[in-house]
C-alpha cells in the first residue's frame, strides 16, 4: 500500500507563497507520476500539476508560471512551490500517485488527506 501525507498549507494574502510537501511512502509499483490536484467547494477537482519518474512536468494553465512541481528521491518526497498566490488558488490540495501516458496523467487510488491553502485579498 501507497501512503500520502501532505503538510504546508496555511493562510496567506495575494501575492505570498506557500511550499506543499507530500511524503510518500510503501510500494510504488506500477506508479511512474505524481500529481497534485485542488478541489475548491462546489467545484471539480482540478489537475495542477504532475511530475513523472524521469522528471517531466505538466502545469495546469492557470499556475504556469507560478507553480513549481519538484522531488526529491531521497526523501521519497513531493513538493508544490507555489507563488504569487491568488484569491482563487484558494482549495484543498491533495497529492496523488498515478501514471502518464502520452502526456495524460491517470491517477489511482493513492491520495493524500488534503491540505487547506486560503489566499486572502
Known amino acids: 500500500q501507497v501512503q500520502l501525507v501532505e503538510s504546508g498549507g496555511g493562510l496567506v494574502q495575494a501575492g505570498g507563497s506557500l511550499r506543499l510537501s507530500c511524503a510518500a511512502s510503501?510500494?510504488?509499483?506500477?506508479?511512474?507520476?505524481m500529481g497534485w490536484y485542488r478541489q475548491a467547494p462546489g467545484k471539480q477537482r482540478e489537475l495542477v500539476a504532475t511530475?513523472?519518474?524521469?522528471?517531466?512536468?505538466n502545469y495546469a494553465d492557470s499556475v504556469k508560471g507560478r507553480f513549481t512541481i519538484s522531488r526529491d528521491n531521497a526523501k521519497n518526497t513531493v513538493y508544490l512551490q507555489m507563488n504569487s498566490l491568488k484569491p482563487e488558488d484558494t482549495a484543498v490540495y491533495y497529492c496523488?500517485?498515478?501514471?502518464?501516458?502520452?502526456?495524460?496523467?491517470?491517477?489511482?487510488?493513492?491520495w493524500g488527506q488534503g491540505t487547506q491553502v486560503t489566499v486572502s485579498s
Open positions: 496523488n500517485a498515478g501514471r502518464t501516458y502520452r502526456g495524460t496523467y491517470s491517477p489511482t487510488y493513492y
Open positions: 510503501g510500494s510504488i509499483l506500477n506508479i511512474n507520476a
Open positions: 511530475i513523472t519518474s524521469g522528471g517531466s512536468t
